[in-house]
């Protein structure tokens, strides 16, 4: 695959489509499955809340990919990401419920890094439930 965005198409300012990730407790399950993360914050409410958190709350990894993805569906290509970085700001709190969590992203070019590699860094905004669940969240893309 290659990106299907070109480096003269975008400028700083453009703005990525955003994006809502559902978050149910039983995703938190099956993410915990597929990266053998079995902490039990991320499922036992019990656990959660005697560690002085408010509830069960999503994996920081599976958060930051999840923002990510508006990168990645932008540009056509997950190895068009050369490099990508956040911090962990707010946790994601999943209730127990049918509704869960939703984690909304929007994301824009901040600036055109290199003409010759065609690169730019990408910013991302992640809240959920009215907070910034990650800051200084930035990307390094290649693009066509």
């Not at 419920?97 to 055109?112: C, F, M, P, R, Y």
């Amino acid at each position: 695959m290659t990106a299907k965005i070109r480096y003269e198409d975008v400028q700083p300012g453009t703005e990525l489509p955003s994006a809502s990730f559902p978050v149910s407790r039983a995703t938190l399950v099956q993410y915990a499955g597929a990266s053998g993360d079995f902490n039990p914050i991320h499922w036992n409410e019990k656990f959660a809340k005697e560690v002085g958190l408010p509830d069960v709350i999503a994996h920081g990894m599976f958060t930051m990919a999840e923002a990510v993805r508006v990168v990645t569906d932008w540009v056509g290509d997950p190895g068009a990401v050369a490099e990508y970085g956040v911090r962990f700001t707010k946790p994601v709190v999943v209730p127990n419920d049918e509704t869960g969590a939703l984690i909304e992203v929007s994301a824009k070019v901040a600036a055109k890094l290199d003409d010759e590699a065609r690169t730019v860094r990408v910013d991302l905004t992640a809240m959920s439930a009215g907070q910034k669940v990650l800051g200084m969240s930035r990307a390094v893309v290649r693009l066509a």
